[in-house]
């Protein structure tokens, strides 16, 4: 079993800065790729953004320039740089990863996921 764990969410200003991190666990052979999406209130779940076990990266058009994707592979463990936060940021953040266990099965997981608030 493989579990994720989302920490560093919270209340910030526009214009703030926040630091999200994923920490997996469990029988984890090696984690492939890693991603965070949100969901904010009334709207669809959507990709921010993700890191392959390369250090390849990839964001959506909304984020890019002010966050920043990352991991450490010998911690198994991703985050999320979040800088000139917007209201519009406001969102449920969940991270995902695509891990191979131990036994050689591959699937997704994702964490319970962190409620990051954009407001004065």
């Known amino acids: 079993q493989v579990h994720l764990v989302e920490s560093g969410g919270g209340l910030v200003q526009p214009g703030g800065s926040l630091r999200l991190s994923c920490a997996a666990s469990g029988s984890i052979f090696s984690i492939n790729a890693m991603g965070w999406y949100r969901q904010a209130p009334g709207k669809q779940r959507e990709l921010v953004a993700t890191i392959t076990s390369g250090g390849r990266t990839n964001y959506a058009d909304s984020v890019k320039g002010r966050f920043t994707i990352s991991r450490d592979n010998a911690k198994n463990t991703g985050y999320l740089q979040m800088n000139s936060l917007k209201p519009e940021d406001t969102a449920v953040y969940s991270c995902?990863?695509?891990?191979?266990?131990?036994?050689?099965?591959?699937?997704?997981?994702w964490g319970q996921g962190t409620q990051v608030t954009v407001s004065s």
């Open positions: 995902n990863a695509d891990v191979t266990t131990y036994s050689r099965f591959r699937n997704d997981y």
